[in-house]
């Protein structure tokens, strides 16, 4: 594999392919996970199993010499082929073509920390729909040390080795490219995570009792004009014109809370609260029954085995 291309073109990568590609990954190692754990997989620290690899397509457009990539959608691959699906990939190229009609299947995707010699054979298989496509390698191994982003975008060069003309993997240049609708994605996303390391539950209460505070705040101000108001009424205090002014504005901008349309509003958004923390409340009891079951189930199977009987559940 050569250091660095050759070929001149631009390339701009938008976050929404990075996202798909490690939620693509995540998926995959948590059901393969879920899958050896259910089996009873006799792994040992001292030969882990080996992380998967997931493959895809990446889409976009292609403007003179700059190359953009917007968007990516997975694929099928038979390991022991080392071969995509090519009905199902033509299936997905030709739903993808329905909604966005102006892109083009630019290349594909994996993930690993370097490209494979196995990783060629499905560069050429592509070659009939894209006859330069890209290869976009995401590393999901986690390296805190590392500051750029773990992924690479290599193109394919025609070199001469040993006498003998044979494609290799180049690697590109590229730039994040976003859009305003991605900016706010992604930073919505961003503020999901914790900064703290603390967990999401701890970090909504410190939210919401930020906005009791606040809230109380308010009330105590409140309740010290309305002191004030009774006590220039009760000619306790002699009456100031502009403060009376003052207050009347404020108090012009502040929704009125007693009319029926409030109230009705009020409970709907009180009843869809509660609504919706009765769903999350469960959620959470039905994942805690299936995790019980799964559990039960591996116990009884295990069981079985032994006595010569069939699953409970």
Known sequence: MASSSSSGLTFKLHPLV???ISDHYTRVKSQATGADAGAGSSATA????????????VIGVQRGRTVEIFNSFELL???????LDRAFLEKKQELYKKVFPNFYILGWYSTGSDAQESDMNIHRALMDINESPLYVLLNPSINHAQKDLPISIYESELHIIDGIPQLIFVQASYTIETVEAERISVDHVAHLKPSDGGSAA?????????????????????????HYLLAMQKGEIPCENSLLRQVSSLLRRLPTIESEKFR???LMEYNDTLLVSYLAMFTNC???????VDKFNTAYERHSRRGGRTSFI
Do not use: W
């Open 202 to 226: 701890t970090q909504l209460a410190a939210h919401l009792t930020g906005t009791h505070s606040a809230i109380k705040m308010l009330n105590s101000r409140i309740r010290v004009l309305h």
């Open 77 to 83: 691959y038979d390991p022991s082929t080392h071969s």
């Open 18 to 20: 990075l996202l798909n």
């Open 46 to 57: 001292d030969s882990p199993p080996a992380p998967p690899r997931v493959f895809g397509c």
């Open 264 to 266: 009705d509003d009020f």
């Open 286 to 292: 039905s994942s805690t029954m299936n995790e019980l």
